[in-house]
């Protein structure tokens, strides 16, 4: 059932509002009432449309794992050939997440203070980005830039793509990441890329 506009320019009025105080504050520190106040509008409105702050701070999670996958399929689009769009999703992927968590870290938050909200919102997401990748790796096969893969070898392959970035994302939220992230990311690509290249 689709919400109504009204309802859906609420419900971003209300993110836009706790987003801002998120950062400011954190999640431990910001309460309903400072949203409502930041909104101008009552808490029985912010209730209507979210159970909990926790709830709220999914909503607002969400929204930028989307922003993330929206960077992510542009920089694909960009890329001439299947070796290009793994490696584009691949750096893309860390270097917006990384843009993230620096903007939570500037204000002074620690991140690690919600990672265990993020963590279980970046596992709804697996099924999706290994599903993408899977898709990136058949094309290379059927162009015949990568070897012959089973379907079993893709799936396996598109699990450790995925479990790899998040092994180097978790660097990020704990202690800011590694100074030359950027060439650990090619590195596993390229390890990837040998591996199955024609």
């Known amino acids: 059932m689709a919400i109504p506009e009204r309802d859906e320019e609420v419900i971003q009025e209300i993110k836009e509002a706790a987003q801002v105080l998120f950062r400011k504050y954190g999640l431990k520190k910001t309460t309903m009432n400072e949203i409502a106040g930041a909104l101008g509008k009552g808490k029985s409105t912010l209730y209507y449309y979210f159970k909990s702050k926790d709830e709220i701070y999914e909503a607002v999670v ?15 689009n960009d890329a001439p050939n299947a070796k290009e ?8 992927h860390i270097k917006t997440v990384k843009e993230k968590i620096t903007l939570k870290e500037t204000t002074g938050i620690p991140i690690c203070e919600s990672f265990e909200v993020i963590n279980k919102i970046r596992k709804r997401y697996d099924l999706t980005e290994i599903s993408f990748i899977k898709n990136l790796l058949k094309e290379g096969v059927e162009s015949g830039e990568f070897k012959p893969l089973s379907p079993n070898d893709i799936d396996l392959l598109a699990y450790t793509v995925v479990c790899s970035l998040r092994g180097l994302e978790l660097p990020l939220f704990v ?11 090619e590195a596993v690509v390229d390890l990837i890329l040998n591996g199955i290249a024609k």
């Open 175 to 185: 202690d800011k990441g590694y100074p030359d992230i950027d060439l650990r990311i």
């Open 85 to 92: 769009k793994l490696k584009a999703y691949s750096v893309t």
């Open 62 to 76: 969400m929204d930028e794992m989307h922003d993330v996958f929206a960077k992510v399929k542009e920089a694909i």
